[in-house]
């Protein structure tokens, strides 16, 4: 499947198009006109992005060169797109998140900040930083470490803090903070482990670890470590 996830997204556009013949110069400029799937999401990206500070000609060629050069972009960009159809009933389409999903975007976003980030090129990684958080919702931190197959629902009101490590396979929603504690220094912000489930509104903060396939309900306030295969919630937050 990921070999070819770009030829059904292709097959997937030119379906949209026949429902929706308006919108055929957008979804072929975007998408159909495209060479693969890194060019379509950088093509994207650069038609949210722009600003008086950068074009959209720009913002491309910024973050293609970006992609381009961190070998991992590609794979982790098609996991997320497939995690996000496996696990949100409500992504029918692997086209839906690329074009729709702001959780998507924003992650894509931060996937070329981090690149920037790791490259010492810090004052860009943060102007692409403060552009996902004004338009997408979604706050990442780009020296924060998130692997491939991650879905950030929804996304508006998340905030990822800059020593956050996400696992693969991981659920993240709306308004959920992986944050310090205060004026701490150094490693303090949430290790979260593989198959986690974060649910709306939740708070997780300081240096601990949420363990694998645990789940923290929404409006939860993470403090202390989570056992694998656990539940918690409440105020602070308790197993269930």
Not at 62 to 87: G, P
Not at 221 to 226: A, E, F, H, M, S
Request: glycine share 8%.
């Amino acid at each position: 499947m990921k070999n070819n996830i770009f030829p059904k997204i292709k097959d997937e556009i030119k379906l949209r198009i026949n429902a929706e013949p308006s919108l055929e110069p957008y979804l072929n400029d975007l998408i159909l006109s495209q060479n693969s799937l890194i060019d379509s999401v950088a093509s994207i990206l650069a038609s949210k992005l722009n600003s008086d500070a950068l074009s959209s000609n720009k913002i491309k060629e910024f973050i293609l060169d970006v992609y381009h050069k961190c070998d991992h972009i590609e794979e982790d960009l098609i996991n997320d797109i497939i995690f996000f159809k496996d696990h949100d009933p409500a992504c029918k389409y692997f086209s839906t998140p690329i074009l729709f999903y702001k959780g998507f975007q924003g992650l894509a976003t931060y996937r070329a900040a981090n690149c920037l980030w790791n490259d010492d090129r810090h004052t860009m990684a943060l102007f692409f930083q403060n552009r996902a958080s004004e338009v997408f919702g979604v706050d990442i931190h780009p020296a924060a470490d998130i692997k491939g197959g991650v879905m950030i629902d929804h996304a508006t009101g998340v905030v990822i803090g800059e020593t956050s490590k996400i696992d693969k396979n991981v659920s993240i929603y709306q308004g959920v903070t992986l944050g310090g504690k205060g004026f701490e220094v150094g490693d303090r912000h949430p290790k979260i482990e593989s198959g986690v489930s974060i649910f709306a509104s939740s708070t997780i903060l300081g240096n601990i670890t949420i363990g694998k396939n645990s789940k923290v309900a929404a409006g939860s306030l993470v403090l202390k470590d989570v056992d694998p295969d656990t539940t918690v919630a409440g105020i602070p937050a308790k197993k269930l």
